[in-house]
């Protein structure tokens, strides 16, 4: 069984800059490919930005990309979400999650197999 523990939200203004942190326990973190969801009140679920197990494949939300920036320390099973230049409809609940043995960079939802419990991110303007 895998555990994810997320960190790093908070309420922040608009044009602020927010990490966020997935630290995986019980697991091999380089097998891993991770992703980051996130579901605003009334919402679905959509997917922010995924990274392959290696790290050497990442991908956008169209509305994020060049604003948020993925990346993945297998040494310290850490995936972490660098989010500049927030704005308010960036506001949601964060989630991590991971599909083990995957080379690919995964967009749906369904492909993962754990998720961390969430971390809040409030954007005022």
């Known amino acids: 069984q895998v555990q994810l523990d997320e960190s790093g939200g908070g309420l922040v203004q608009a044009g602020d800059s927010l990490r966020l942190s997935c630290v995986a326990a019980?697991?091999?973190?380089?097998?891993?490919?991770v992703g980051w969801f996130r579901q605003a009140p009334g919402k679905e679920r959509e997917f922010v930005a995924g990274?392959?197990?290696?790290?050497?494949?990442?991908e956008y939300l169209v509305s994020v990309k060049g604003r948020f920036t993925l990346s993945k320390d297998n040494t310290k099973n850490t995936a972490t979400l660098q989010m500049n230049n927030l704005k308010s409809e960036d506001t949601a609940v964060y989630y991590c999650?991971?599909?083990?043995?995957?080379?690919?960079?995964?967009?749906?939802?369904?492909?993962?197999?754990?998720w961390g419990q969430g971390t809040q991110v409030t954007v005022s303007s």
């Open positions: 990274i392959s197990g290696s790290g050497g494949r990442t």
């Open positions: 999650a991971v599909k083990q043995f995957s080379t690919q960079v995964l967009t749906a939802s369904g492909a993962y197999e754990y």
């Open positions: 019980g697991t091999t973190f380089s097998w891993y490919a």
